[in-house]
């Protein structure tokens, strides 16, 4: 085990970084494994796309992502973890939103409300796309 210093920026990068990785891998697995899409599918099911949908979460989603996060224990602050993990939570609200059209050129890196509705959408070319967080 080894901690990076806690007050490095680089550590504070890394977090932001490993979080954003693991949950893709979370969200990709709430997609693909059904025990996980159990708790997943009540975000999917609204009729409406909007900023209650990113409200509408499972209590049980939290009990089978753990593990993607674990590996991270070994060398990122439980600090950093846990803002990078609230900052990552909060970035997720405000892409369940119709009212924000385009954000221009950031559209090529980060992950947004565009392309978060194709992942939202239930046509057959939609399905199973774009499990990002925030890039």
Known sequence: IHALPWDYTATWVCAALGIDFCYYWVHRAAHEINLLWAAHQVHHSSEDYNLTTALRQSA???????????????FIPPTHAIVHKQ???????????????SI????????????????????????????????
């Open 87 to 101: 900052l990552n939570l909060l970035y997720q609200f405000w892409i369940h939103t119709e009212v924000v059209r």
């Open 60 to 74: 049980f989603q939290t009990f089978g992502s753990w593990p993607f996060y674990l590996p991270m224990a070994f």
């Open 104 to 135: 221009g050129p950031l559209e090529y890196v980060l992950n947004t409300a565009s392309h978060h509705r194709v992942h939202h959408g239930a046509n057959r070319y939609c399905l199973d796309k774009n499990y990002a967080g925030v890039l």
